[in-house]
């Protein structure tokens, strides 16, 4: 039994240290960016890409603490993944919303979830995501909130049907 639990840890030890290399390549890629055209960095936020990277970063040494601290795995997954779709929200959020691309890493998590937690547990998960990124896409449709790197111009460029299309293919590839 406590063959198991070490076990567990040392997967869960894993799944932080991917968080840590994902975060890094997302901050390679948005300094590389930067030097290399600058207007275009600029029109995504780099400042929003920034702090929420280092917010995972930050929250990975906190996960390892907690590690120690909380003895439920699942629990600990649990909390891992549900904060991994809320800094993807903000990163889709902040790289434009409807126009972002880093839509891509929820099934990452979703992916984890349910190596770690199941298909209960993947299912949860993956709900929450098409959840989050279904009202992100509907809030920034109906104008309640508006992406940092969007200007006015460009806020009324996608009908309906393309905001629900993106919503439905999101949602499908979640499940």
Known sequence: MANMAVDQQKRIQLLILGRVIIAFLILGSAVLLEKGNAAFI???SPSYIYGVMGAALLLSM???LLLHTIRSAAFNVYLQASVDVILITVLVYATGGI?????ALYPLVIIY???FLYRSGGGI???ASSIFY???MDFE???LIHPPSVSAAQESQYGAGYVFSRIAI???LFT
């Open 141 to 143: 449709y109906y104008g």
């Open 62 to 64: 906190l996960y390892l």
């Open 99 to 103: 126009r972002s691309n880093y839509g």
């Open 134 to 136: 279904g009202l992100l």
């Open 42 to 44: 600029a029109s995504l």
């Open 125 to 127: 998960i993956a709900s």
């Open 170 to 172: 999101h949602i499908f």
């Open 113 to 115: 979830s349910v190596l």
